[in-house]
């Protein structure tokens, strides 16, 4: 059974009657709220949304950030066992695809069930290192990395510093987080993985979001969507067709 609320769940749009579930995870430095427009675009499927919100952000913000990934997967794991009761699929974007992946490792780990598909977005294997460690800089100089050099921050956060001093501890926390990741070998899953990039993210060229092939048995679907790296805020249509299509949804339906 459900409980009626989870710090480390958003459900915008409850429907305990759902065939299936898509659990969202978000970028370094963003909270649940950056998938909120989601759920009116699936109102005709059989299907929740379930938006993961880590501490130290929007609701949670006077909550201590987390700088390790496995405190952090094992917080969020008892919060997620009780949403594994029905199909479900994993969106991950940014950082929010390295929690995925190994939310996944663990679950397989623990004989759990498994998403009948992972989306990956606007990241790369994290097998594949692209950023050097930024995370012990000086506030200016984490801006001019993430936000100019590599784009992966919004154009819009350097410009307040009253919005850098607020979230400036969540995303210096997120990059330690990522950085101090360390990857174990293990076998690829059996989950099939859809790959997406933008258009004109270059931090995701399709020949790296190749590289998702070796982390499963299923054959590796790649898509390229308009924009630049942070294509999903507001997400184009294409994107959200494109899950539809991959999850075989049809109104009222749970994924094939």
């Known amino acids: 059974m459900i409980s009626a609320h989870s710090a480390w769940f958003q459900r915008p749009a409850p429907r305990p009657e759902a065939k299936a579930r898509l659990i969202c995870f978000p970028y370094a430095g963003a909270g649940a709220s950056v998938f909120l427009p989601w759920p009116a675009r699936f109102r005709d499927y059989s299907i929740e949304l379930c938006l993961v919100q880590i501490p130290g952000r929007e609701n949670r913000i006077r909550e201590t950030p987390l700088r390790s990934l496995p405190d952090l997967i094992s917080g969020l794991l008892p919060a997620l066992d009780p949403l594994l009761d029905r199909p479900f699929s994993f969106f991950g974007h940014s950082m929010g695809t390295l929690v995925a992946y190994e939310m996944m490792r663990e679950l397989r780990r ?27 800089l000086p506030d200016d100089q984490i801006i001019q990395e ?111």
């Open 110 to 136: 623990r004989n759990r069930p498994m998403p009948v598909r992972a989306f990956m977005s606007g990241a790369l294997p994290p097998n594949i290192k692209i950023f050097r460690p930024v995370s012990h």
């Open 146 to 256: 993430l936000v100019f050099r590599y784009k992966v921050l919004p154009d819009g956060f350097a410009a307040s510093r009253e919005l850098i001093s607020l979230i400036m501890p969540t995303v210096r926390a997120d990059l330690a987080l990522m950085e101090n990741h360390a990857l174990r070998s293990e076998a690829p899953f059996a989950t099939p993985i859809t790959a997406i990039g933008g258009v004109d993210d270059t931090s995701t060229p399709r020949e790296g979001l190749a590289a998702w092939s070796e982390h499963t048995l299923r054959p590796l679907k790649i898509s390229l969507v308009p924009g630049g790296h942070f294509y999903i805020r507001p997400p184009p249509r294409q994107l959200l067709q494109l899950i539809i299509e991959d999850l075989g949804l049809e109104p009222g339906s749970p994924p094939a």
